[in-house]
């Protein structure tokens, strides 16, 4: 990713999300804040809380394609805020911070000490150039935090391989805590990491052709979702995820007479009447939306969407 770390500086988790809670629980104390944007990753939050400290949300949504406002993330730093979450590739929303946007992010962060934990575990899966935190902001690197892993680029999620990397004394009290608890990913996994990690040509094909299939299915998704009225939809510009708003099919008679008052119910509807799962948009901070992901086949997708077309339909 053109930064560079020494051995000291990264540590190897079971998984990014191992990594991610080792983090707040090696920076938080009680009392501490963390600021999360919503839409977030459901684990960010409960992480945070099990670490005694306190998940500060800043909420947003489409009009500023679900990243924070500059103001809003400057209005809600407090001496108290101890690290700030930007997750980008986004899931669920798929949103991805431009260059400008990351820049102006900075500046803010600059005038406060926080740590920024930027976890681009789905860096790989970017419909357009990737803007990396830190090639933007290297100024930053001393509290800057890079957590990744093997389960989205490799497919390798049951192996549970992730990664973070940082300033070598918060690297330091993570593998303290660290050996306290799994000690280390089994090493089968991460041998087998180290095949998935080693550049070659092939990998850089598979990975190339995996992002094609899925900008192909993304596209097949999101035509059948906003052809189906009270549902409306943002072009996601990385991860496997589509969010769409569902408001409009909420406290209206769907198919049969049901009536959904909250995007929880819609979710168990769909599960229940059309036998396809996704994620209410409630697990993420975000009331209102459904979290639909296209690591599907197209035919499953075709076939779900059918259901779901039908099962809302009046
Ligand atoms: C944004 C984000 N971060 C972290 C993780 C954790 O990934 P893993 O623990 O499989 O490496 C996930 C998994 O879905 C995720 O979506």
Same mark, same amino acid.
């Given at each position: ?68 406002? =500059?103001?809003?993330?400057?209005? +809600?730093?407090?001496?108290?805020? %101890? &690290? $700030?979450? #930007?997750?980008?590739? !986004? /899931? ?113 094909? =598979?990975?190339?052709?995996?992002? +094609?299939?899925?900008?192909?299915? %993304? &596209? $097949?998704? #999101?035509?059948?979702? !906003? /052809? ?87």
């Amino acid at each position: 990713m053109g930064i560079s770390y020494t051995p000291n500086q990264v540590t190897v988790a079971c998984g990014a999300k191992e990594a991610l809670f080792l983090a707040f629980l090696a920076i938080c104390n009680e009392g501490d804040e963390v600021i999360i944007p919503a839409p977030y990753w459901v684990s960010y939050v409960d992480q945070v809380r099990l670490a005694g400290a306190t998940p500060i949300i800043i909420e947003t949504d489409e009009t500023t394609g679900f990243k924070p406002t =500059v103001e809003q993330v400057a209005s +809600h730093l407090t001496p108290r805020t %101890r &690290a $700030v979450v #930007l997750n980008s590739p !986004n /899931n669920p929303t798929g949103a991805v911070y431009d260059n400008d946007e990351l820049r102006t992010l900075a500046e803010t962060l600059r005038r406060s000490d926080a740590v920024i934990i930027s976890d681009e575990i789905y860096d790989a899966i970017c419909y357009r150039e990737y803007p990396r935190f830190l090639r933007v902001t290297p100024d930053l690197a001393n509290r800057t935090l890079i957590v990744n892993g093997a389960s989205k680029t490799f497919a390798m999620t049951g192996w549970r391989i992730g990664y973070i990397a940082g300033p070598e004394p918060i690297i330091k009290a993570i593998r303290t805590i660290q050996s306290h608890s799994t000690t280390h990913p089994t090493s089968i996994a991460q041998y087998a990491a180290v095949v998935a990690y080693t550049p070659s040509e092939e990998m850089d094909r =598979v990975i190339e052709e995996r992002v +094609h299939t899925f900008l192909e299915r %993304r &596209a $097949v998704i #999101l035509d059948a979702l !906003n /052809n189906i009225e009270g549902v409306r939809c943002v072009v996601p510009d990385g991860a496997f995820y589509v969010f769409p708003n569902v408001s409009g099919l909420l406290n209206r008679p769907l198919r049969g007479g049901t009536v959904c008052q909250t995007s929880s119910d819609l979710a168990t509807y769909l599960l229940e009447h059309a036998h396809i799962g996704v994620v209410m948009g409630e697990a993420f901070g975000a009331p209102g939306f459904l979290r639909l992901s296209y690591a599907q086949g197209t035919e499953s997708i075709v076939e779900g969407m059918r259901r779901f077309a039908e099962a809302v339909s009046e």
